[in-house]
């Protein structure tokens, strides 16, 4: 059964690249997002804004490793 869910597409970032050293690369930066739709218990964000700050890592064996933080704000 699927649950509320909320649309945030993006609406820019700032991101670098960083070499880890051992052949991957960190990806670094902040994205931001706009809440244009929303369900459930989410709808009081409909409006709102979402900072997410991204920390990507692809790493040389091709496997991924990521830590995401979302600010999200109503309107």
Known sequence: M???EAAK???GGN???VDDGSGGTYTQGTWELKIPEATGR????V???NTMVDD???LESG???EFCVCLISRP
């Open 2 to 4: 699927p649950g509320p």
């Open 15 to 17: 991101t670098e690249d």
């Open 56 to 58: 990507l890592h692809l």
């Open 47 to 49: 409006g709102g804004h």
């Open 42 to 45: 989410y709808q009081k964000f």
């Open 9 to 11: 597409p993006f609406t």
């Open 63 to 65: 496997d991924v490793d």
